[in-house]
């Protein structure tokens, strides 16, 4: 494989695939997502599904990170109807994709696949599990035996939605629980997430240039947060990726990090000159639990008052407006915080099914020095910041207003 299709890392020489998601020119024949099921005005100011996704996987000296990417989000959703850890064969999946797209079919070659025709092939063929067809060089372009198929018939997908590129229909998507699958070219800000903690800012448009020689890379959005104006990415590089020496978690992620001024704007007005082909067929993989969206829903939607007396309105505007403050006094990227009452940030932290949490309360006194240092020293840390966001529920109350205060 030609050096120019890969990202070397500096300090260990290994090398990155990052041309393995092939542009799609085709219409998408999937439904396009409608974003129904949650009200926005409701939509939570973050959602992290990491605790439920499977470990990292990593795609060595191949393109395959379509699959690796659509493997991580059908073993998400074996987790979370069956709390079961089931590996399914990457390279099932890479081949039977190829064999849609038809480039290669008399000669399978490693040159990568659309997240289309992956999800195709999902839906047509299924997918086997690991250990019937492994993930190595020798299976790579080898096709998978009958007996493989034979079982693969029986876990075909229901069902798959594309989103569009619109902040709405993305978080919704999140906040029903699902991750979505998404290709990207790459800038070289892209690689500067190694030494960063895995922070990807957006390009400096049209001043930084993007990396020509390079493919479009896929990987899967697990998550989101509003204060840090943010998607949380998974991608599928291994474990020394990133995190090296740092186990802070055991799924290694990058953010990726809009502006805080009018982040939403910049992220949908520069998407179509940052030829983000994919991200308008971003697709997810559905598994139609009926039980599963309501409670979600349900979750989302319920508000429990810090007192009887007190509206859950007045709580929820006077933590959204610590946000703002929080975020005009201290410009770098706080802990997302847990939009509710602090009696439902305690439910959540111990009932919630999905995101289950410990409860981190922080209770804000903006009137001395030691507030302010420890705003900007710590909670603007954003290793410390990786690790609450990953790690703890984050409940917060400014009690610099008297009235918060006497609460």
Same mark, same amino acid.
């Given at each position: 494989?030609a050096?120019?299709?890969?990202y070397?890392?500096e ?7 990052v ?5 799609s ?5 999937f439904q396009k997502?409608?974003a129904?099921?949650?009200d926005?005005?409701? %939509?939570p ?6 605790q ?8 060595g000296d191949? +393109? ?8 991580? !989000?059908?073993?998400?959703l074996?987790? @979370?109807n069956?709390?079961k850890?089931?590996?399914v064969?990457r390279l099932?999946i890479?081949?039977n994709a ?7 079919k $008399?000669y399978?070659k490693d040159?990568?696949?659309?997240v289309?025709?992956?999800i195709?092939?999902?839906? @047509? ?5 690991e250990?019937?067809?492994? =993930?190595?060089?020798?299976? %790579? ?6 007996i493989?198929?034979?079982? !693969?018939?029986?876990?075909?997908i ?12 993305m978080k919704?998507?999140?906040a029903?629980g ?5 290709? #990207?070219l790459?800038?070289?800000s ?7 903690g ?6 400096? /448009? ?5 990396? !020509?020689?390079?493919?479009?890379h896929a990987?899967l ?7 840090s104006?943010?998607?949380?990415v998974?991608?599928?590089w ?7 020496d740092?186990q802070?978690?055991?799924v290694?992620?990058?953010?990726f ?16 000159s ?8 971003r697709l997810?993989?559905?598994?139609k639990?009926?039980? %599963?969206?309501? @409670? ?7 508000k429990?008052p ?10 929820q /505007?006077?933590?959204?407006e610590?946000?703002? +403050? =929080? ?7 706080g802990?997302?915080l =847990?939009?509710g009452?602090?009696n439902?940030? #305690?439910?959540h932290?111990?009932? $919630?099914p ?5 409860l ?8 001395t020095?030691s507030t302010?240092v ?7 840390n954003s ?6 966001d990953?790690?703890?529920l984050f409940?917060?109350w400014d009690c610099t207003?008297?009235?918060?205060y006497q609460?």
């Amino acid at each position: 494989m030609a050096d120019e299709d890969c990202y070397v890392d500096e300090q260990t020489g290994r090398k990155y695939h990052v041309g393995g998601c092939l542009i799609s020119n085709e219409p998408s024949p999937f439904q396009k997502f409608g974003a129904s099921m949650v009200d926005p005005s409701k %939509l939570p100011s973050s959602v992290d599904l990491r605790q439920l996704m499977t470990p990292i996987e990593d795609q060595g000296d191949t +393109n395959s990170c379509v699959a690796n990417t659509l493997a991580g !989000a059908y073993e998400f959703l074996i987790m @979370k109807n069956h709390r079961k850890h089931i590996d399914v064969s990457r390279l099932f999946i890479y081949y039977n994709a190829r064999r849609i797209g038809g480039a290669h079919k $008399d000669y399978i070659k490693d040159n990568g696949c659309t997240v289309v025709h992956a999800i195709s092939a999902l839906k @047509k063929y299924g997918c086997c599990k690991e250990n019937m067809f492994e =993930f190595n060089m020798q299976n %790579l372009n080898k096709k998978p035996p009958a007996i493989c198929y034979d079982d !693969a018939k029986n876990y075909r997908i229901a069902e798959a939605d594309s989103v569009k590129i619109n902040l709405i229909d993305m978080k919704s998507c999140l906040a029903e629980g699902y991750p979505f699958a998404f290709g #990207i070219l790459t800038y070289k800000s892209f690689h500067d997430a190694a030494k960063n903690g895995g922070r990807v800012p957006m390009p400096k /448009l049209p001043y930084e240039s993007q990396n !020509a020689s390079h493919g479009a890379h896929a990987m899967l959005a697990v998550g989101y947060s509003d204060l840090s104006q943010c998607f949380i990415v998974r991608n599928s590089w291994g474990n020394n990726w990133l995190l090296n020496d740092l186990q802070l978690s055991h799924v290694p992620v990058l953010v990726f990090t809009g502006n805080k001024i009018n982040a939403e704007n910049k992220l949908q007005n520069q998407a179509s000159s940052m030829n983000i082909y994919d991200w308008q067929e971003r697709l997810f993989i559905t598994d139609k639990s009926e039980e %599963l969206v309501k @409670k979600i829903k349900d979750n989302i939607s319920k508000k429990l008052p810090l007192e009887q007396e007190v509206s859950e309105n007045r709580i929820q /505007l006077a933590i959204e407006e610590f946000e703002r +403050n =929080f975020a005009e006094v201290y410009p770098s990227a706080g802990p997302a915080l =847990f939009i509710g009452s602090l009696n439902e940030a #305690i439910n959540h932290s111990l009932f $919630d099914p999905v995101d289950r949490r410990p409860l981190l309360l922080y209770l804000h006194r903006n009137r001395t020095p030691s507030t302010h240092v420890f705003c900007k020293n710590i909670l603007c840390n954003s290793e410390i910041i990786d690790y609450i966001d990953k790690n703890y529920l984050f409940w917060a109350w400014d009690c610099t207003r008297d009235a918060n205060y006497q609460r």
